[in-house]
T-cell receptor
Framework: IAGITQAPTSQILAAGRRMTLRCTQD?????MYWYRQDLGLGLRLIHY???????GKGEVPDGYSVSRANTDDFPLTLASAVPSQTSVYFC????????????FGAGSRLTVL | GQNIDQPTEMTATEGAIVQINCTYQ??????LFWYQQHAGEAPTFLSY??LDGLEEKGRFSSFLSRSKGYSYLLLKELQMKDSASYLC??????????WGAGTKLIIKP
């Protein structure tokens, strides 16, 4: 089934630990995005990639890093997790970087204690 | 600054019509999106407006007024499965999406 796969679905993590959230798409979309969703707030863009080999910072990039070695994969790394990074993380993709429809993954719920 | 405003929660009755409003302020404008998100699930695309007017898709319609910075999503013949959050998002001059916090729609029998 074409779409976006995120892993893990859910994770509890001790503060200070390193964590990588995985995201893979099979739609050959050029653009990929990482958002976090917190209660009472809109989706906030963490990092994005308009095409393989390039990345950019979104609205809330501090404490997070990404890489885009190929078209399909866009992992998000928390180098040293803090409790304020407790959130639901959504990976998304679109055919291009313009005003395109986003396809979202099912989300990764992360709790940092 | 950039901002999207929409009501936090609305309640409607099965079979009725509901209108969810959204006002936006973006630096430049490249369209207005509506997404549906069921609890615990990913957002899914509903509609996109870039020109003024009404776009109709079955039971769902979306309206845009660029001069007023205003959009609404109209849901007709409400069904229980329409209980979800509805997210409004504006695309700015850099094609980045600015998201509202979402409107939780509760449908009662």
């Amino acid at each position: 089934i074409a779409g976006i796969t995120q892993a893990p679905t859910s994770q509890i993590l001790a503060a200070g630990r390193r964590m990588t959230l995985r995201c893979t798409q099979d739609m050959r979309h050029n653009a990929m995005y990482w958002y976090r969703q917190d209660l009472g707030l809109g989706l906030r863009l963490i990092h994005y990639s308009n095409t393989a080999g390039t990345t950019g910072k979104g609205e809330v990039p501090d404490g997070y890093s990404v890489s885009r070695a190929n078209t399909d994969d866009f992992p998000l790394t928390l180098a040293s997790a803090v409790p304020s990074q407790t959130s639901v993380y959504f990976c998304a993709s679109s055919p291009g970087a313009g005003a395109n429809v986003l396809t979202f993954g099912a989300g990764s719920r992360l709790t940092v204690l | 600054g950039q901002n999207i405003d929409q009501p936090t929660e609305m309640t409607a009755t099965e079979g009725a019509i509901v209108q969810i409003n959204c006002t936006y302020q973006t630096s430049g404008f490249n369209g207005l999106f509506w997404y549906q998100q069921h609890a615990g699930e990913a957002p899914t695309f509903l509609s996109y407006n870039v020109l003024d007017g009404l776009e109709e898709k079955g039971r769902f319609s979306s309206f845009l007024s660029r001069s007023k910075g205003y959009s609404y999503l109209l849901l007709k013949e409400l069904q229980m499965k329409d209980s979800a959050s509805y997210l409004c998002a504006g695309s700015d001059s850099n094609y980045q999406l600015i998201w509202g916090a979402g409107t939780k729609l509760i449908i009662k029998p």
